[in-house]
């Protein structure tokens, strides 16, 4: 795992490739606490739009993905 200091990594450490994580944080979502705060649906289409605007990952991920994700996020605050 990568371990860094910097919020952003913390998403890595997650599991997130290193482009999602970037367009995680290109939404506003730099570390796991703010992923665990997001609603998945507002997340997704937030991930939807800024894609296609900057082009940072072939396939987005579909909203169950990224509910899991929260849901991963919130678990991993609470353990």
């Known amino acids: 795992m990568?371990?860094?200091?910097?919020?952003?990594?913390?998403?890595?450490?997650?599991?997130?490739?290193?482009?999602?994580a970037e367009l995680l944080k290109a939404t506003g979502v730099a570390s796991v606490p703010?992923?665990?705060?997001?609603h998945p649906e507002n997340l997704h289409l937030c991930l939807v739009v800024t894609n296609?605007?900057?082009k940072l990952v072939r396939k987005l991920p579909t909203l169950s993905k990224v509910a899991a994700r929260v849901e991963q996020a919130r678990n991993s605050l609470t353990a």
């Open 52 to 54: 296609e605007e900057k």
């Open 2 to 20: 990568i371990m860094s200091k910097e919020p952003h990594h913390e998403l890595l450490n997650l599991g997130l490739g290193k482009r999602y």
């Open 34 to 38: 703010e992923l665990a705060e997001r």
